[in-house]
């Protein structure tokens, strides 16, 4: 086998495993399920990854029994129901998988705390689900936040089988 060979099938090897990643993100556009969830602005800006839209979702925060035990960086899932106005809303919080075909979305416990609206037997878990960037164009971005911050929002996301979130649009 001649160098130009071998060239020509590490490339496409490399080829092969990039395409495979694409593919992989991008099923969840394609198999996922359309729901959209109410969000809050953050305000970011990053140097290197240019701009964007942190979002906060009214999932993000949801009370839990005080004697419940999550760890930080802690895997979860949080069931959803659909509410009267059309909106997602957290069902529940599983340290594991459902069982049955409820939809859930999978996160990660940021932290538990405690917060003053909350009856004393309950804190607040804080979980982050990979869908808190929305990038756009740097003017988009800024008219974006502005709205967000006036009146609120919502996200519409695919979620697909496995609990993972892509961010579709947010109005």
Same mark, same amino acid.
């Given at each position: ?5 071998k ?10 495993i ?8 991008? #099923? ?6 359309? !729901?959209?969830? &109410? $969000? ?7 140097? =290197? ?12 925060k ?12 802690q ?7 659909k ?13 594991? #998988? ?6 859930? !979305?999978?996160? &990660? $416990? ?7 609206? =909350? ?20 003017d ?32």
């Amino acid at each position: 086998m001649n160098n130009k060979t071998k060239t020509i099938i590490i490339s496409a090897f490399w080829l092969i495993i990039a395409i495979c990643f694409i593919l992989f993100n991008e #099923k969840i556009f394609l198999t996922g399920q359309t !729901i959209d969830l &109410k $969000v809050h602005p953050i305000d970011p800006s990053d140097l =290197l990854r240019g701009q964007y839209v942190r979002l906060e979702y009214d999932i993000s925060k949801i009370p839990v029994k005080k004697m419940s035990t999550y760890e930080r960086k802690q895997q979860i899932y949080v069931t959803l129901k659909k509410a009267p106005d059309g909106l997602y809303t957290a069902k529940s919080v599983l340290s594991k #998988k459902p069982a049955n075909d409820e939809l859930y !979305i999978k996160g &990660k $416990v940021k932290y538990a705390g405690w917060n003053s609206t =909350l009856d004393k037997d309950f804190r607040e878990l804080n979980i982050e689900y990979g869908i808190e960037n929305f990038f756009t164009k740097q003017d988009e971005a800024k008219r974006l936040e502005d709205d967000l911050a006036k009146k609120g929002g919502i996200a519409t996301v695919v979620v697909d089988k496995h609990g993972r979130a892509r961010v579709l649009m947010v109005k």
